[in-house]
Every structure is written in structure tokens, then in C-alpha cells.
């Protein structure tokens, strides 16, 4: 049994996370920005703890962590088009969890980013996705040279799609769609399973089940 700090707990991926963690036995701790959510994530199974990832510095974030096992950067700056968010959330707040998780003296830190996050942007990609892309792929170039013991996950289209434990796994896939549950399933292996520390992978949909899929790309 595990305590895993979850940032950005209120996300569609970590709701899914809080309920395969809490039914496998493990404490998810969700950190959220919004007192309102507690009693929701409380019903998933979650502890709730509050933190504004904007707002926040890293001894913030060290003091959200106090007691886990395990970071999770699941937190999105959203789809509403703010450019500003993208790097205020995804990127610096990345950058604040890992130096967060470093002051914490936690050394496990699983990300959840996006599939071909290192791939050359054509001309007339919106400004948007731009920064959204450049921001995971940062975060994730951070995380890489951080020391601590980590996994990049990069999924593809995300949908609410029922869990289906049938996953594509590799560094490199097509780009495709992936339940946020499944994600969800991937990222619970991870966290357990010491081999997936030092990988970056994809995710889509595919033909595997997820304890084969984890196996697949162990170091």
C-alpha cells in the first residue's frame, strides 16, 4: 500500500486514478485548488488536500506532498483556449511538483503528458496547441534531467470511453484514442512496478492488456 499525491485531483484522469488506486488498496491523495471538491473526491476514495498550482511555490507543493510515496502530475491549464494557462499549469507547475517532490524527499513522479509532444509542429498549427505541446514536451525534458525516478506517460486522444484493459504501449505509436480509465489503469501499473522507472512511452488504444502492455516496455 501506497500514498500517492495526485496533482491536479479534480481532472478527468485522476478521478479515474483516485478509483483504481483506492480499490487496489493504496491512499490517493488529491490536490485540488477548490475546497467544494472535497466531498466528491472524498466519495472516489480519495484524501483531499488543498493546493492552487498557479499560486503555489515548490515549499507549497512540498508541504502538499508530505507523507506520499509517489507523485502524479496529471493537471491540465484546460481547453479553453487561455495560452497563458499552458505554461502556468502544465509546464511550471511540473516544474514546481518536481522541485516540490525533491524538497519532500519523494523520488518516484509519474507524468501524464501528450503523444508526439517531440515532434516538429507544421507552420500553421494554432498558437494554442502550440503552446500546450511545448509546454508537455518542457515538462517532460525537466522530468527526464530531474534525478528523480521517473515515467513519462504520453497519451493519445482522450475520451470517457469504459475501461477496456486493451492498450498500445511503445515509445513510439500512430496517433490515436485512449480511454482517461485506462490511462488511469497504465499509470497504477507504473507506479508499482519499478521497471517502468527511465520510460517514456505512448499510449492509444490497442490489443494488449495493460499488466502485458507495462510488461513490454519494463528497462
Known amino acids: 500500500m501506497s500514498s500517492i499525491a495526485i496533482v491536479g485531483g479534480h481532472g ?3 478521478q479515474q486514478l483516485i478509483r483504481v488506486l483506492a480499490g ?19 466519495a472516489l476514495g480519495a484524501e483531499v488536500r488543498l493546493l492552487d498550482i498557479e499560486n503555489s511555490d515548490s515549499g507549497d507543493f512540498a508541504g502538499a506532498f508530505e507523507g506520499c510515496d509517489a507523485v502524479v502530475f ?15 499549469v502544465d509546464l511550471e507547475g511540473s516544474l514546481k511538483s518536481i522541485e516540490g517532490a ?21 507552420e500553421d498549427t494554432s498558437d494554442v496547441w502550440r503552446a500546450y505541446v511545448e509546454a508537455k514536451r518542457d515538462a517532460d525534458a525537466a522530468l527526464r ?17 469504459p475501461a477496456t484493459d486493451r492498450v498500445l504501449l511503445a515509445e513510439n505509436v500512430e496517433r490515436g484514442e485512449i480511454s482517461r480509465a485506462d ?11 519499478s521497471g517502468t522507472v527511465g520510460v517514456q512511452v505512448e499510449l492509444v488504444s490497442g490489443e494488449q492488456s ?10
Open 145 to 161: 534531467d530531474s534525478g528523480l525516478a521517473w515515467t513519462v506517460l504520453r497519451a493519445g486522444a482522450l475520451t470517457d470511453d
Open 74 to 88: 496529471a493537471a491540465g491549464g484546460g481547453a479553453d483556449g487561455n495560452i497563458e494557462r499552458k505554461r502556468t
Open 102 to 122: 525533491r524538497k519532500a524527499g519523494i523520488d518516484r513522479f509519474v507524468q501524464v503528458s501528450a503523444i508526439g509532444a517531440d515532434n516538429p509542429l507544421p
Open 24 to 42: 487496489q488498496g493504496d491512499t490517493p491523495v488529491a490536490l485540488v485548488r477548490r475546497a467544494e471538491y472535497k466531498a466528491e473526491l472524498e
Open 12 to 14: 478527468k484522469v485522476a
Open 210 to 219: 495493460v499488466a502485458d502492455a507495462v510488461a513490454g516496455v519494463r528497462v
Open 183 to 193: 490511462v488511469a489503469a497504465v499509470i497504477a501499473a507504473f507506479l508499482h512496478d
